[in-house]
């Protein structure tokens, strides 16, 4: 029998991201200046980012040289483990094998950690002495404040304020590591203002939150703005998360039928996916690539494609995406990081172009697959990453019905050990979910911008 957890040694930690520019069939249609609609370039975006990743933003090499800086960092929780989960087999009485990978093992709990070391590097190489951010759920929030205290920058934060309240230790957490955070929208910029006269009550959302932090950031010159997800510098260095899992299965001569995982802005996703997306465009390969996102917020199972604003307020350049349009609000659902309304551009190409496929779940259903993989296999998952537990446990019953051989792997991007507050919503039998009508569909998106 081979072993339950594959593990790769320090020295076999990849030493280039993957950049799947180089091998789409399609790009996306780039980036466009919100205001000028013209074509953005360095200049739109270096008020607010450093070189490094602006370039990583563009490039089409195909490998990008992860600097040693950024290893060392890495080195301190990666190669991550890939799990086989046979308890979890056993349970379904399904003929599947059943992989995932593990990010719930990084100091900050989440995959989120595996980018914001690099930004916080490349910034601190340019100058800058503070980053401003956003945070939903609190993952890359709390992320974000570890790599600026390896980095010694100071790190500002405006956090969706129903997480803020759901979710009160992450707030702890990122203090710990010397932040700033505040509940978004906030009296504290322009953009959270504005929204607070009109809907004083506002839970927030992260569009909004962005622009709260790309406001500050391009208000002050030491001050650059970091994203967790959505773009493709932050997809690139997601990548390792795939590149280990490759070779992790190659050492117990396993290659997956199916590789899933949750998809809020897309970096997780992208990060186990493109690996073995690029196995499918370069070599023919035959694998299904699934997204899962919450019914609450379809992006890209409901969503148009088209251009849209990364942010409420329309100070991001416009992005080619799947959107809900940024004005839609999402419920306060438990799965915060997912509630966002736009979706990555290299993501939502690929989707269209039929080499990802996108499934919604809702929260009720994901929270149930939660508790069976808490039980057989002891780690308490993330809300977020349930979505991907849920879609493993279909394919694994799918594969029983069918009476055939299937090999699953799915991403487990963090535990939810600071998310018991939902977890306590869920055995108290109070969670409910949220349909939504075509018509607030429709209404967000008839009000994207006309390009
Ligand atoms: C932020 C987060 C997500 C969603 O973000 P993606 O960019 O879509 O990966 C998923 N899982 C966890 C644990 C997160 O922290």
Partial sequence: MSENKIMLSENELPKAWYNIQADMP???KPALNSATRQLAGPEDLSPIFPMGLIEQEVTSERWVEIPEEVLE????????????????EKALDTPAKIFYKYEGVSPAGSHKLNTAVPQAYYNQKEGIKRLATETGAGQWGVALSQACNFFDLECMVYMVKVSYLQKPYRRTQMQIFGSDVIASPSEQTDSGRKILQEDPDSLGSLGIA???????AAGRDDTNYALGSVLNHVILHQTVIGLEAKEQMAKVDEYPDVVIACCGGGSNFSGIAFPFAYDIIVKGAKVNLLAVEPTACP???????????????GFTPLLWM??????????GIHAGGLR????????SQLVHDGIVKARAYRQTDIFKSAEIFARCEGIVPAPESSHAIHGAIEEAVAAKEAGEART???????HGLLDLPSYETYIDGKLIDYPLSEDSLKNSIEKLPKV
């Fill in 340 to 347: 966002y309304h736009g979706e990555s551009p290299l993501v």
């Fill in 408 to 414: 699953i792997l799915f991403n487990l991007s963090g």
């Fill in 26 to 28: 399609n790009l996306p």
């Fill in 322 to 331: 799947y959107t809900l349009g940024k004005d839609f609000m999402p419920p």
């Fill in 73 to 88: 960092i890495y080195r301190l929780w990666r190669p991550a483990p890939l799990c086989r989960a046979r308890r979890l």
């Fill in 299 to 313: 992006t890209l199972t409901r969503g148009h494609l088209g251009y849209d604003y990364g942010d409420v307020a």
């Fill in 210 to 216: 962005i622009s709260e932090a790309v406001e500050d």
